[in-house]
């Protein structure tokens, strides 16, 4: 049984990848060139260039990170390396924009951390609910523990280069349905959830209809109905206008999603050591600017949202904890798939952390 479910997953992931790949190609930059062998630094007189692409518009922090990054990479390596900035899912969804750069054909993108899990499984130890209980937590999880480090160091073998983490934050739920504020508010919802069988688990376990799907499809399945709900942070809610189509948000903070900063190995492979340092230390310090704004963005936004009309329901430390039990056994599972090892260094350094 659970083999068939499985299966029945990857062919409706595999549908979705392919419905991304088509938005995907209309933009995408020119093919990687074929039979092109990319392990020695470029030129040093030749320019060169770093298509980078999100899914989240121009008004969102992310955005205004990477045009930060932008900034710092094109000031400090003289203009040898140009940065080109593509938002709103105007190169794929984080899936398709993550297997072009394994391709070489483009070299840049910021996924959040649940869609890695496709290609790197530990990832999904970010997708356990309720692993971090705050961002100060998330913050020291994620930037100073090894674990999180090792984590990093998994991807060059995918062709993937991760500089470091970012915040996409702490996830909620908004429907068009009803106020949820209870475990029973969630029966038969139909939910978005992202390419991540851990987060479909965690959501079925609550008693919904979880369906995973690309983020550029989420705007019209919400519209006509397709779903009637999704999670994400607030800033998102807000600045993709999800309070158009959504009436109620709920404050469930269920999962904290961190986003990476990653590279095509290609293009790591051909720049020059102090053109690799330039680029993770601007990736660090843009993350700074990035977390800050994101922060900032969901105080504001959600003042913008109640001002707006839609309900906001904040969950109970006993709705929660219902919550939580729900989905332990759903996590237990989990723990082998993930990583076993993973799974206690991180949350080893959580502990640690929350000292
Ligand atoms: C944007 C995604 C998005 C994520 C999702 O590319 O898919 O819901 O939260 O923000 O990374």
Known sequence: MRKLVSGLLAASLMAVGL????????????????GSQATAPAPADQQRIIRAGIGLNDQHPQYKGLLNFKEIVEAETNGAIKVETYHSGQLGDDRTMMEALQLGTQEMTIPSTAPIANFVSDFSVYDIPFLFSSEEVADK???????????????????????????????????????????????????????????LASFRALG????????????????????????????????QKFYEVQGHVSLTKHIYSPFVVLISKKFWDES??????????????????ERQLNREANEKYLE??????MTVTEISPEAREEMEALIAPVVDQFAERIGKDTVEKVRAAVQEASK
């Not at 419905?19 to 074929?34: I, L």
């Not at 060059?156 to 508010?185: C, H, M």
């Not at 397709?226 to 999670?231: F, H, L, P, R, W």
């Not at 020059?272 to 600017?289: M, N, R, S, V």
């Open 19 to 34: 419905v991304g790949c088509g938005g995907g190609q209309q933009t995408s930059g020119t093919p990687a060139k074929e």
């Open 141 to 199: 999880v994620l930037l100073e523990s090894e674990i999180s480090q090792q984590l990093l160091d998994k991807l060059p073998a995918q062709g993937l280069i991760g500089l470091t983490y970012w915040e996409n934050g702490f996830r909620n739920l908004t429907n068009s349905k009803r106020a949820v504020g209870a475990v029973a508010d969630f029966k038969d919802l139909k939910i978005r959830t992202m390419e991540n069988q851990l987060h």
């Open 208 to 239: 919904a209809n979880p369906t995973p799907m690309a983020f550029s499809e989420l705007f019209t399945a919400m519209q006509q109905g397709t779903v009637d709900g999704q999670e994400n942070p607030i800033a998102t809610i807000y600045l």
């Open 272 to 289: 020059t050591p102090e053109q690799q340092q330039i680029l993770k230390k601007a990736a660090e310090e843009a993350g700074q600017l």
């Open 304 to 309: 913008e949202l109640k001002k707006g009309g």
